[in-house]
Nanobody, 124 residues
Framework: QVQLVESGGGLVQAGGSLRLSCAAS????????MAWFRQAPGKERDIVAG???????YYADSVKGRFTISRDNVKKTLFLQMNSLKPEDTAVYYC??????????????????WGQGTQVTVSS
């Protein structure tokens, strides 16, 4: 069983930065695909960024050049550095783990484990 716990969300002004963390426990971490998704009110949960065990990355077009995904395999922690934040980045951000994949999946059913989410609010 895997547990994922996100932290680092909050309220920030447009143009500001936040760093989200996702601490994993329970199973080996380094060989899995990890990703960040987000869900705004009334919208579907969409992928933001993903990272394979070998270092391959995926970014949604809306965050390319502003967000960076990374992981610390020793600490079993996934990060999302978010810079130049915009009001449209406001959402609940979720950490997800895919224990079977070798590439970053962009659909929510591809991930078996999810965190509880952390709210990010960007004011204009």
């Amino acid at each position: 069983q895997v547990q994922l716990v996100e932290s680092g969300g909050g309220l920030v002004q447009a143009g500001g930065s936040l760093r989200l963390s996702c601490a994993a426990s329970g199973r080996a971490f380094s060989t899995y695909v990890m990703a960040w998704f987000r869900q705004a009110p009334g919208k579907e949960r969409d992928i933001v960024a993903g990272l394979t065990w070998s270092g391959g990355t995926y970014y949604a077009d809306s965050v390319k050049g502003r967000f960076t995904i990374s992981r610390d395999n020793v600490k079993k922690t996934l990060f999302l550095q978010m810079n130049s934040l915009k009001p449209e980045d406001t959402a609940v951000y979720y950490c997800a783990l895919d224990s079977y994949g070798v590439r970053v999946g962009v659909r929510t059913p591809e991930y078996e484990y999810w965190g509880q989410g952390t709210q990010v609010t960007v004011s204009s």
